[in-house]
């Protein structure tokens, strides 16, 4: 499974492609074996042909958001207006550890990955 440093939920910006330069927020990540693409809103909009189905659904032509390549979004930090890198980061507090995403250039804490307690290491 590829690792990825965005999240559901994250604004991001486009980076390449047709929709550059734009924001969004990611609504769904689609993990391959060799690709991850992520669906972000009103970005890379296409249309689909339905086909009408009695009582299920209406036919006709629907715009329906695309997945875009996860190599081609960056994080999009609000507060300065920039894209920026994401990294990650173990702390230790008190008798737990913390594994948290941080901002890379200002170093600030954007969101807590998960909290475990910290393993006992003694001798046997």
Known sequence: MIKTRIKKGDTVIVIAGKEK??????????????????VVENINIGK????HIEGVQEGGIVNIERPIHISNVAYYDEKTGKR?????RYKEEGEKVIKERFNKKTG?????VWEKPKKARGSK
């Open 108 to 112: 600030e804490t954007i969101d807590i």
């Open 48 to 51: 689909k042909h339905l086909k």
């Open 21 to 38: 330069g734009k924001i969004g927020k990611v609504k769904q990540i689609l993990r391959d074996s060799e690709n991850t693409r992520v």
């Open 84 to 88: 920026v890198k994401i990294g990650f």
